[in-house]
T-cell receptor, first 110, second 115 residues
């Protein structure tokens, strides 16, 4: 079992819909959780991070964390074709390295 | 310059050759990380530095791989006797302790192709 698992894609949603991306992690001591977006051939770029249980909103993006269930999610509201990318979940146990999932590829169809 | 930079952006080499990549982190960031990413996979941790000290190395990092950060600023990653399995995107990231939960900011990557 991988340390960080993401729901297998690809995920396809129509423009304007809500896209829901999920991630589970195995290490209960994990402290910080990050969502990155990666366009094909490019490097990951940070969307947002979360470290407390509950929801965190930033524009059209909402991250949700449930440490008891070892689950973190990302919701994208009003999805746009420009949101089409691979979304990577990353987990930090402590200061230092991040452990990444393999990503979920999202396609937003006009 | 506000971002992480990496050079070269692309490298094609023949099997058995040595290659070296450079990473320049964001200037106020004292932590620097190297990752490797292959198609369809997430980035895999290789090693990281705090200032000039190499604090952790992945078991993935064979003895053909070496990384340095001699003055606590830029870092180099060298691969000796390259193999076709080394073909990947090599990503560098940097962070500042206590800043935004140690958010790591990535450079554009160096894409290596070993023929």
């Amino acid at each position: 079992q991988k340390e960080v698992e993401q729901n297998s894609g690809p995920l396809s949603v129509p423009e304007g819909a809500i896209a829901s991306l999920n991630c589970t992690y195995s290490d209960r001591g994990s402290q910080s959780f990050f969502w990155y977006r990666q366009y094909s051939g490019k490097s990951p770029e940070l969307i947002m991070f979360i470290y407390s249980n509950g929801d965190k909103e930033d524009g059209r993006f909402t991250a949700q964390l449930n440490k008891a269930s070892q689950y973190v999610s990302l919701l994208i509201r009003d999805s746009q074709p420009s949101d089409s990318a691979t979304y990577l979940c990353a987990v930090n146990f402590n200061a230092g390295k991040s452990t990444f999932g393999d990503g979920t590829t999202l396609t937003v169809k006009p | 310059d506000t971002g992480v930079s990496q050079n070269p952006r692309h490298k094609i080499t023949k099997r058995g050759q040595n290659v070296t990549f450079r990473c320049d982190p964001i200037s106020e960031h004292n932590r620097l990380y190297w990752y490797r990413q292959t198609l369809g996979q997430g980035p895999e941790f290789l090693t990281y530095f705090q200032n000039e000290a190499q604090l952790e190395k992945s078991r993935l990092l064979s003895d053909r791989f070496s990384a340095e950060r001699p003055k606590g600023s830029f870092s180099t990653l060298e691969i000796q006797r390259t193999e076709q399995g080394d073909s990947a995107m090599y990503l560098c990231a940097s962070s500042r302790p206590g800043h935004l939960q140690e958010t790591q900011y990535f450079g554009p990557g160096t894409r290596l192709l070993v023929l």
